[in-house]
């Protein structure tokens, strides 16, 4: 089973947001690729026909890029049928199993909201569509610890955890994944991936847009649960995880596990909250509304590696730029020769990664300028890659996940174990400071971080690349 295709695809939710703007167009894609020959059976709420699903779907793709393989358009509508039904009424689940005819490896992909997680993985059970079939669970996994432990008791009551897939689009990214790739294909990193050489790390994720009339949603999230404790902490999970014993998917999901578990759980002054003026204003949004739209936070990984150096997370809406990336500092030499090269003239030597918009890898050292004087300036060498011919995340996620490949999902262990980082700061925290749109959020998050010489922001140059 675990390396069987899936026979068939389910797309739950086929008529809303995510289905528009990211599964059809990832679809069309894999068509395209050769990538998708088999049914796929939309399932939703309303009563459409087949012909207003198939115009959704065509719309779909000529927003995000173009119709430029009339075949490939064709082929995917000719695998697609809907089935429209309440998802608490098993009648639903029968039609389903109708419209699957001969398919008997189905993968189901959960393009809703949260709160219907439970009632579908239910109704796939009791409906005996989960036998040999996989589920692919949409973000965010919970919004807590205890509801997360929730969710995979459901979850894990009618499917096996191997044929669990919890989707993060962040994971698909190249990007993302070049991390992994950068520190364990190359011998030099190694001997300096740790706290005797690192001095600091900062992972910055920035928006220069606000909400984007999804208010309604936001208050329902916030930064610290919509993007740090998952995405930034993948990334530090990647960053500081060791090696695992091999290449397959598991040993790196072990590995990542630990990180999460190595955390120290987060306390209300180890977190600064923001929220960018006009918030309140947004549609769906509480007048005396709390929800941080910006967040910065201070974390430790209590392991022999990286006992004592501080984490720097920071993510916003409205910041200056819009960009991720991480900076791990390396301490500065431990005797001064040089007066120029101490910290009160810059930054120490450093490796960056920038993950969006391009795809950078630099390593920042000093050198020395021409003339007797031993004086020098730090310059950056870095590797640019364009990325040409990149898969889009879901397009990468959803083949995977029908392959049965787990690597670029997360497990359950590791879900729990980082919502137990936050858990505390969820409940319990300070108010959200108020900071005008275009900076860089409140001044408090610069404080946590001038003793590790300040946030990196970027210059539009590196912005831009």
Known sequence: MKETPSDALVVFGATGDLAHKMIFPALYAMVKRGELKVPVIGVAFPKWSLERLHRRVTDSIKRTGGIDDKRALGLLLSRLTYVNG????????????????????PAHYLAIPPSLFETVIKGLGAAGLAENARVIVEKPFGRDLASAKELNKVARSVFPEDSIFRIDHFLGKEAIMNILYFRFANSFLEPIWNRNYVASVQITLAENFGVKGRGGFYETAGCLRDVIENHLFQIVALLAMEPPAGRDFGAVHT????????????????????????????????????????????????????????????????????FTEVLVELKTPPQKLFADSS?????????????????????????????????????????????????????????DAMAGDGALFTREDAVEAAWAVV??????????????????????????????????????????R
């Open 86 to 105: 309440d998802y608490k009424d098993p009648a639903t689940f029968a039609a389903l199993k109708n419209a699957l005819g001969k398919a008997r490896r």
């Open 255 to 322: 590995e990542k596990a630990k990180v999460f578990q190595a955390m120290r759980p987060l306390k209300p002054d180890d977190v600064v909250r923001g929220q960018y003026d006009g918030y309140r204003q947004e549609p769906d949004v509480a007048k005396n509304s709390d929800v941080e739209t910006f967040c910065a936070l201070r974390l430790f990984i209590d392991s022999w590696r990286w006992q004592g150096v501080p984490w720097f997370l920071r993510s916003g809406k409205f910041l200056p730029a819009n």
């Open 343 to 399: 910290p009160a003239t810059g930054r120490a030597n450093y490796v960056r990664f920038q993950l969006s918009p391009g795809c950078d890898v630099a390593l920042a050292a000093r050198v020395k300028r021409a003339g007797k004087d031993f004086i020098g300036d730090q310059r950056e060498l870095y590797l640019c890659e364009e990325l040409l011919g990149e898969e889009t995340p879901y397009q990468r996620l959803l083949g």
């Open 423 to 464: 858990d505390a700061v969820l409940k319990k925290h300070h108010r959200a400071l108020p900071y005008k749109r275009g900076s860089w959020g409140p001044k408090q998050a610069d404080t946590m971080i001038a003793a590790s010489g300040g946030w990196h922001n970027p210059s539009a140059k590196e912005s831009s």
